[in-house]
C-alpha cells in the first residue's frame, strides 16, 4: 500500500520548517530553509517555502495528499487562493491551501478544538476560532501594540528606567540596562536603543523577567503591567464569542512559555471575569496545524488565468 501523507509549513520571518505527518499524525521527515514572510520578498519567501516541500518530497516515498502553508506577512500582501497556486505551481501541482502563520499555530495549539492561541515572544497576538470563524485580538506590531509581548516587556522597562534616571531616583532597570548595552549612563541607552532590531530589543525581556523574579519593585512593575494588557486582550476576544463560549486557551511564545509569573498574572485576571477557562501551554511544532486543518478550500495550480 502506497503510503500516504500530508506536509504543513511554517513560513515565518527567520525560516521556514516543513514537517510531513502520516495520516495519524506521526512525524515522517522535516526540512528546514530560509524565511517565508512574503510581505518583505514575495519571491524569495515563495521560493524558500517551495524549497523545503521539494525537500521532503524527494525524501519521503508516498503520496503527499495536501501541503499547508502558514505565512508570515500573507495578511498584508493579501489574495491567499493566487498565494496557494503559485506554491502549487513549485511543489508538482500538489493541492496546497495558503494560511497565515498565526492562524496555523491556532490549529496546532488548540488540535482542532475551539478556543484560543495567544501568542507572546517577539510580538503578540489573540487568535481565537469559534465554529470556523476566526476572531482575532491585537497583533498591530512593536509600535501600536504587541501588549505583553518580549519587545513591550523591554520598551516598558527602558521608560521605567529613563523616568527614574530624569528624576535621578534608584532604579533596578538602571544597572540592568547600562550592563547589557555596555554602556557608562542611562542617558546613553536611547542612542543603542534606537540602532537594535525587534528581536534584539525582545531579547532583553528575559533580563526583566529574571529581575522582577529576584524581588525588584520597578522590573516586578513592567511585568505586571504588560500581563494586564495582554490579560485585557483575551478578555475581548472572550467577550467576543457566541454563547456558549469555548474556554480552552492556549498558550505560546517565549515570553508566555518561560515566565511562569507572568502566566500566572494573566491566568488570575482572566478567571475573575471567566472562571471557567482553561490554560495551557503549547510547545509543539506549528506545521501540525495540517494535522487539524478541516477546511476542503486546497488549491492547484493549472494555468495562470486560474490562479
Avoid at 495520516?23 to 520578498?41: H, S, V, Y
Avoid at 510580538?123 to 465554529?131: A, C, I, K, R
Wanted: charged share 20%; proline share 3%.
Amino acid at each position: 500500500m502506497t503510503l500516504k501523507y500530508l506536509i504543513g509549513v511554517d513560513a515565518g520571518g527567520t525560516h521556514s520548517t516543513a514537517i510531513a505527518y502520516d495520516m495519524a499524525g506521526k512525524e515522517l521527515g522535516r526540512a528546514e530553509g530560509g524565511p517565508g514572510q512574503i510581505n518583505a520578498d514575495y519571491e524569495g519567501g515563495i521560493n524558500n517555502i517551495a524549497a523545503v516541500v521539494n525537500e521532503l518530497l524527494d525524501k519521503i516515498d508516498g503520496d503527499c495528499m495536501r501541503v499547508l502553508a502558514g505565512i508570515a506577512g500573507l495578511s498584508v500582501v493579501g489574495n491567499a487562493p493566487e498565494v496557494a497556486a503559485t506554491i502549487s505551481s513549485r511543489i508538482n501541482n500538489l493541492p496546497t491551501r495558503a494560511i497565515t502563520d498565526s492562524l496555523l499555530a491556532l490549529y496546532s495549539g488548540l488540535e482542532g478544538d475551539d478556543g484560543a492561541l495567544v501568542i507572546a515572544g517577539t510580538g503578540s497576538v489573540y487568535n481565537g476560532l469559534q465554529d470556523g470563524h476566526l476572531i482575532a485580538v491585537g497583533g498591530y506590531g512593536n509600535i501600536l501594540g504587541d501588549e505583553g509581548s518580549g519587545y513591550a516587556i523591554a520598551r516598558a522597562a527602558m521608560q521605567s528606567a529613563l523616568l527614574s534616571w530624569d528624576k535621578r531616583e534608584e532604579n533596578g532597570l538602571i544597572p540592568m540596562f547600562t550592563e547589557l548595552l555596555k554602556v557608562e549612563t542611562m542617558g546613553d541607552c536611547p542612542a543603542k536603543f534606537y540602532r537594535m532590531n525587534n528581536s534584539e530589543v525582545a531579547g532583553m525581556a528575559v533580563h526583566v523577567a529574571k529581575l522582577a523574579d529576584a524581588g525588584d519593585k520597578d522590573a516586578a512593575q513592567v511585568i505586571s503591567e504588560q500581563a494586564h494588557l495582554l490579560a485585557r486582550d483575551i478578555l475581548i476576544g472572550l467577550d467576543r464569542y457566541e454563547d456558549p463560549k469555548p474556554m480552552k486557551i492556549a498558550l505560546t511564545g517565549s515570553v508566555l512559555a518561560n515566565n511562569a509569573t507572568m502566566r500566572g498574572l494573566i491566568e488570575d485576571e482572566v478567571k475573575s471575569k471567566y472562571p471557567e477557562a482553561t490554560f495551557s501551554v503549547s510547545n509543539g511544532e506549528n506545521a501540525r496545524g495540517v494535522i487539524f486543518d478541516k477546511s476542503k478550500d486546497y488549491r492547484y495550480f493549472t494555468n495562470h488565468e486560474d490562479r
